[in-house]
């Protein structure tokens, strides 16, 4: 007889998360010679240049583990950033440093609190480590601070603000910010998810700030996978003091980022020319779609990053469907309880402008 198996009561809490569907499942299924993906808020310029030359000079070596420390990109980060490389933490994209803080710090029982709709992850984390997830509802489109404060409790651990918020794209201003932080209890850890700080703008407080003055319960996390063109080689990295990041240290696998991705990442790190390339082209996207939604009376999010939120005053389901039919993926509001909006990447400004052709063809089909 077949055994049925049954695991941990946590795991059953979990949702599998729903990834952007991918370009060649969509070709597939549809008949489809040609797909947009403007679901993943991955960058249209693609990776830097000098990301590709470092993988190649480095593809023979591949046989060899990787530094299990990531030490060379640790120390390009320490002097970008002027900190210390102790303070910073490489992850398998900084989903695993998300997943590594929950093994780290959460237990059975401890609260983990985090927007709603915001990005999943956390979700996720607080359900594998079999803690409460408290999801406190935004306020136009931003998180509600006072009402973060207002349901803390002795079982709070963790607090995770994505800063700008996905999918929302909306930024935490910087006095709010530093206020929130100063009346937090050190014993509860604040995740500052930038993940999109790149396209936020210069008014843009980063957490950054917090660990240069010292706060200690402050964890900053950064990606290679948007901006830098990187998503699929894996690579995030988080910033904290010493002692944060050692715990969270100890629960991540010996090799935990390859090789290709450690010489990629560091290479892209100081490629300004294609980040300011990325900047641009993503703020003429914006004043594009801003002004198209605008005229069709669609709502919407200022975005301090690539991709825009907006209610679209139609089923998002069914104008998910339509677009991909049309060629075109993007996140339909439903998978994050809003049923009208959707989540759309910024893209080149061809695709930008196909997009809304779409988008009007698809509605009226409705
Ligand atoms: C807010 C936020 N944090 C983290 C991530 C994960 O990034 P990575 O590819 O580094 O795992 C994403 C990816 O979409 C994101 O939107």
């Not at 929130?180 to 998810?193: G, H, S, T, Y």
């Not at 919407?300 to 677009?323: P, Q």
């Not at 309880?337 to 930008?352: L, Q, S």
């Amino acid at each position: 007889m077949k055994i049925e198996w049954k695991g941990r009561e946590a795991i059953n809490n979990i949702k599998p998360y729903s990834p952007g569907k991918a370009i060649d499942e969509v070709k597939k299924e549809l008949g489809l010679e040609i797909v947009y993906k403007m679901a993943s808020n991955e960058n249209p310029l693609g990776p830097s240049r000098l990301a590709i030359d470092a993988i190649k000079e480095n593809i023979s070596n591949i046989h060899i583990y990787p530094d299990g420390s990531s030490l060379m990109l640790k120390k390009e980060i320490a002097k970008k950033n002027n900190i210390k490389i102790e303070e910073i933490i490489i992850g398998n994209g900084s989903d695993e440093i998300i997943k590594l803080l929950g093994e780290s710090f959460l237990e059975e029982g401890d609260t983990i609190i985090m927007g709603d709709p915001s990005f999943s992850e956390y979700d996720y984390i607080g359900n594998l480590m079999g803690a409460k997830v408290k999801k406190i509802p935004l306020v136009n489109f931003a998180f509600n601070l006072e009402d973060i404060l207002d349901n803390l409790d002795d079982s709070v651990k963790i607090i995770a603000l994505c800063n700008p918020n996905n999918p929302t794209g909306t930024v935490i201003g910087k006095d709010e910010l530093i206020d929130f932080i100063d009346r937090i209890p050190e014993k509860i850890i604040v995740v500052l998810d930038e993940a999109y700080k790149e396209y936020a703008g210069e008014n843009f407080y980063s957490g950054l700030n917090f660990i240069k003055e010292e706060k200690n319960n402050v964890l900053v996390l950064n990606t290679f996978s948007k901006i830098y063109g990187l998503a699929a080689l894996r690579v995030g990295y988080g910033i904290g003091s010493e002692s944060l990041i050692s715990w969270i240290t100890r629960a991540k696998e010996p090799f935990n980022v390859n090789v290709l991705a450690q010489v990629g990442a560091k290479a892209a790190l100081n490629d300004n020319e294609h980040i300011k390339n990325s900047i641009d082209l993503n703020e003429d996207g914006k004043v594009f779609f801003y002004k198209e939604f605008s005229n069709r009376g669609f709502e919407y999010s200022e975005s301090g990053a690539n991709f825009i939120w907006v209610d679209i005053k139609n089923d998002s389901k069914l104008v998910f469907e339509g677009l991909l039919k049309k060629g075109i993926v993007i996140r339909p509001g439903n998978v994050f309880g809003a049923d009208t909006h959707i989540r759309v990447t910024i893209d080149k400004p061809e695709i930008n402008k196909y997009f809304i052709e779409m988008l009007d063809e698809v509605i009226k089909e409705i």
